[in-house]
């Protein structure tokens, strides 16, 4: 039952009268096949009956055509959809992509940005080879000082000694001289009572 269901309305198309011809060409049929005509009236119906039938053919032909020609483009609309999903897949990706390569770059701007304040306070200092100059330099100018302080401290040493010696010169002539004092005021004392006794 559901096959000539569909069969009707294949050969009904979109409507053009193809069910009315089938129902023609079958009561033509069955009156053709139950008269009593003459050869040359039969064989006009036959012809009739044939021409319907042609022209039912043609309109199932056309509708199968434009069946096949429906189902080819439900296919060809679905590669569409498929390779717009895939597009749309494939962007989200690159957007994906995109955005990680514009933190890379934040990433690398703000590292030459930090690089680029480095570099100018490294250079408004002396290079190592200026500096190690400048080391070298200092390290002679503080031998040389500590080569003045030894020198300075020797001299220093010398001067106390020499010093010391100075004083202990001058409290022994201080002492001689008192003891010298002391010798001629005893000797003048005692050189006294005798003049008196003269």
Not at 17 to 23: H, L, Q, S
Not at 33 to 42: A, D, I, L, Q
Request: glycine share 4%; proline share 2%; with cysteine.
């Amino acid at each position: 039952m559901d096959e000539v269901i569909r069969k009707r309305l294949l050969m009904d198309g979109d409507g053009a009268g193809d069910d009315r011809r089938v129902n023609v060409l079958l009561k033509s049929f069955i009156k053709w096949c139950h008269s009593n005509v003459t050869p040359e009236e039969g064989f006009a119906q036959y012809q009739r009956m044939l021409g319907i039938l042609t022209q039912c053919e043609f309109s199932m032909g056309k509708t199968l055509l434009v069946y096949d020609m429906n189902l080819r483009e439900m296919e060809n609309y679905e590669k569409i959809y498929t390779d717009i999903e895939q597009s749309i897949s494939s962007a989200h990706e690159k957007i994906a992509e995109c955005k990680k390569e514009i933190q890379r770059a934040k990433r690398i701007r703000k590292n030459r940005q930090e690089y680029d304040a480095l570099a100018k306070v490294i250079q408004q200092h002396p290079d190592r080879h200026e500096t190690m100059k400048q080391l070298e330099a200092l390290d002679k100018e503080l031998q040389q000082l500590s080569q003045i302080k030894e020198n300075v401290e020797d001299k220093l040493e010398l001067r106390k000694k020499q010093f010391h010696v100075l004083l202990s010169t001058i409290q022994e002539l201080q002492q001689t001289l008192e003891n010298d004092e002391k010798m001629e005021s005893d000797e003048a004392s005692q050189e006294s009572p005798v003049e008196n006794g003269d």
